[in-house]
């Protein structure tokens, strides 16, 4: 299952296949999700307090999953949601791994911004974030956004276009909760907010 478990994330990476090829199994998703979490917390980890981290992972989780079931619910293929979900988790979970590197290199003059946010406001000088990480997270950013517009396309018989406007939508409000999450668990615990 591993294997095949690889390969159709790699044919969804690449748009070779749609979620409709990838592995069916209940029982799928009592791994994607604690692997997935903790890939999440790890690399919030590398910006945020623990618990901030920890917040914005489980948020991600289950925003997705709600995200998606409300989207295949309403576009009448809900039984599609296992594949789905398994599939938008797993591209997650590799793409997030990708940014791990530009993240770590990024991480001092992030952690520098969040202590002191009026940085942001001052001269360009002031914020010294390294181009070539910075562009690899904007690439990787893109991609994934596009693999899950592709995803959401074909899960829910879209077109391309509608396919690019939900997988915005669902971004921007995943975003949103993510934020509200971390936000949250900032003020439960005296932590900085989430920049």
């Given amino acids: 299952m591993p294997v095949k478990v690889l390969n159709a994330v790699l044919n969804l990476l690449l748009f070779r296949a749609g979620p409709a090829e990838f592995p069916y199994d209940p029982r799928l998703g009592s791994v994607l999700i604690p692997l997935v979490a903790v890939i999440g917390y790890a690399i919030q ?9 920890a917040a914005m992972s489980l948020a991600t989780i289950i925003g997705l999953a709600f995200a998606t079931r409300v989207l295949l619910r309403l576009r009448g293929v809900e039984s599609r949601f296992t594949q789905t979900y398994n599939a938008l988790l797993s591209v997650n979970g590799v793409m997030t791994l990708g940014l791990w590197p530009a993240l770590s290199a990024l991480a001092p003059e992030l952690q520098r911004i969040s202590k002191d946010p009026t940085l942001l406001e001052g001269p360009a000088a002031s914020v010294n974030l390294p181009t070539g990480p910075a562009a690899l997270i904007l690439i990787l950013s893109i991609w994934n956004f596009a693999v899950n517009a592709y995803i959401f396309n074909h899960a829910a018989n879209l077109g391309p276009w509608r396919g690019i406007t939900v997988a ?6 995943l975003q949103m909760f993510v934020l509200f999450f971390a936000a949250l668990a900032s003020a439960l615990v005296g932590t900085p907010a989430a920049p």
């Fill in 45 to 53: 980890l590398i910006v945020y307090p623990p618990i901030v981290a």
């Fill in 168 to 173: 915005l939508i669902v971004a921007l409000s």
